[in-house]
DNA sequence: AATGAATGAGTTTTCATTCAT
DNA sequence: TATGAATGAAAACTCATTCAT
């Protein structure tokens, strides 16, 4: 447990920057680190000390960047829903019709995920085989805006006057619930996705696009 | 320190002098308050303090029922898998057509967690507003028959040759998330979100049903 | 700073008594060893750990009685305090004079300071020379007894009208102050110091007892 | 994490170029923040840290001056000792009778502790009810003298045989209680307290001053 | 079995002090 | 010299689990 790990050398960032520098280095290592073990861990099993100890920092600095592990930890999910919720918010805004915007928010999605794997990853235990899975405020807010575009969508006749609040789930759960599998496939390729969802949504089961002769990962 | 409750008399079935009811009677208890307090404070936070607390009981008693806090959490889970999946299975297995695959399996899904809504309900934190959904290994078998039952469905003729990990995965999506939404709302009313659900996956967005004036769900 | 004591055998009183015992006395055992370890390092200097360091018991034990440093510092106090503020009050209700109100005063709280020295002792710091002392709310309410007592024995005309708050300051800061030098000296005889402090609220500097040749004790 | 505080321009003393004028003036912004901050929390409960966040200046800028709490602690309380006891010496050794010595040192002492209330104050944590006194060895030192100088005009003739370690305690305890009563009031009048404390000392309560219609200090 | 205090390893957190810039 | 982030030893505190009664 407490394999101290041949530290790298403290990041100094002596010549180029300034301590600025060094100080955003130092917060972003902390949050790699935090992100990292998250996703080994789980939340629950995670520690502050485990989480300075995959740092070269010592452990009184972590507290100089974050209060605890429950405010680190808002700020990993935020940082992805911030960087998420514009891209996708615009691309819907701009959906001159149902096609458009149920599959560019899949496609915005599952790219994002893909390129951002690290942040997304959805946490598990690797002691035991539970998973986790955490939404923010901020990623709620993202739900909410969904919805809030889907009955835009409806009141501009984009969109049949379907239940908003259902619809908003069902694309929710769809999302992360596929963007799990693509992270467990060896070739994880967002577009075929994509594809996947988009179809389910505008013509359902029968419409979906045959399958490869394919060997599902497992859970 | 312990916001001490003044306890209802400590359960011992005193006259009928059966031990083994009172056994039975305590392990109730036990995972009632349990099932109550992870609900609430999700399983990380949660102490097995928090839990004897919730209980007429002294906390030495906790562990001549469960070895670990680990333990009664995977009883209860285990609890609503093992009672959910034979049915799930069964219903699925008699299927004659996607229809019937897709209207049964979401149709007693959310029966089941519109009955057992103590047991399935979504830990949240009371405190925070974040929101936290854990499968555990039992519940993560059931996404494998189901993905099992998908290809068998393929196989058989029933289903096209779609990807049944995709499949399986936007089922399960789709079913919790709504699952949580119908918790949501002051009328949970699981039929219609079975219809809802199957008819998306049927025909796509496209079919669903026209919704009622609408009312927003909370977030 | 370390040393860790060759630990008396845990106190669990098997024979006598049951958990209540137990418990009190271990309680006790605390209390005693927070008043040794306050008098000899003073309470900024002083640790929990320090204190549990001087008891059998293990850490976490400390917090099953007291929440905190201060907790317990304040339990001590107050014990004092409790313990002598009746005492006193009755003695200054019952005079009948002047004489009567001072010298009981005197007399009694020195009496009882010898006796409980372990208690009373002004705190010092052991590393440094510096003296410390603390009164706790306990003691302050203490203090205003003293004064409406006063006021009280003037407006029955047993005082002259002078300054209540003065005189109760002067009183206090006597009584305080020589204490420590009783606690100081070899022989500690509250008699004389009741004596001297009497003979001079009554007659002032000329009617003070003459002293013994008279070994000082230091600071 | 850290109320940060619209920090005033650092004291730079650009203009000047008076590199000893900044130094000086550094250490009394210091000294004084310390003064101010030791007095509202004591000594324990205060960290280096709230002194320099009372400051326009850096953390590590405190080392320059002082080599840590405990010796700005010291510095602060000798000058207090430093500054008065010269001046109470002078008084005692040119005192030509009991009436002079003790007036001259109850005056002394009150005047100056009713200019300097910052550097006397007794140290009260804000939070709490709790009083503080602390003296220092310097402080220490001055009762000390005290007592010399009694045991001297003892010696002289002067002063009758009594018990000069008493005698000392009873000055130093009437002359720091009062102070803080004098500092309690509104209008702090050193030559009343002065006047007060020196007729029971040499006459006894009944040559008291009669008390103004009274008004009841605060506890 | 039930009780609930004791245990102590493990965690969180603080803070005086150092040190590169 | 001033700065303020980094350090890490030490303190505070928690809590799952044991165990005498």
Redesign the interface.
């Known amino acids: 447990m407490d394999t101290p790990l041949p530290k790298a050398a403290p990041v100094r960032t002596a010549s180029l920057g300034k301590r600025e520098q060094t100080k955003a280095q130092n917060r972003e290592l902390i949050l790699d680190a935090a992100r990292q073990v998250f996703a080994e861990l789980g ?3 995670t520690t502050v000390r485990d989480i300075i100890r995959a740092t070269p920092l010592a452990s009184g600095t972590f ?1 100089n960047y974050f ?1 605890s592990k ?1 405010e680190i930890y ?1 700020a990993i999910q935020d940082d992805v829903a911030l960087a998420i919720r514009p891209r996708l918010r615009e691309e819907r805004l701009n959906a001159k019709s ?1 096609e458009e915007f ?1 599959s560019s928010t899949f496609r915005t999605f599952f790219e994002f995920v893909s390129e951002d794997r690290v942040n997304f990853q959805t946490m598990r235990h690797s002691a ?10 901020e ?3 993202g ?2 805006e969904l ?1 809030e575009d889907i ?1 835009k969508a409806i009141a501009a006749g984009l ?9 908003m ?2 694309i ?7 963007a ?2 693509i992270a467990h496939r060896p070739d994880h390729d967002p577009a075929a ?1 994509a594809a ?2 988009t179809a ?13 002769p ?1 060997t ?4």
Not at 128 to 137: A, C, M, W
């Open positions: 939340f629950g099993a507290y209060k429950e808002q149902v149920i035991d085989t539970s998973r986790f899975r955490v939404d923010t405020p990623t709620i807010a739900f909410a919805r009955e969109f049949p006057p379907v239940d908003a609040d259902y619809l789930a069902a929710v759960g769809v999302a992360f619930e596929i799990e599998r996705a996947f969802a389910l949504f505008l013509g359902g089961i029968r419409t979906l696009p045959v399958a490869a394919l599902a990962g497992t859970a």
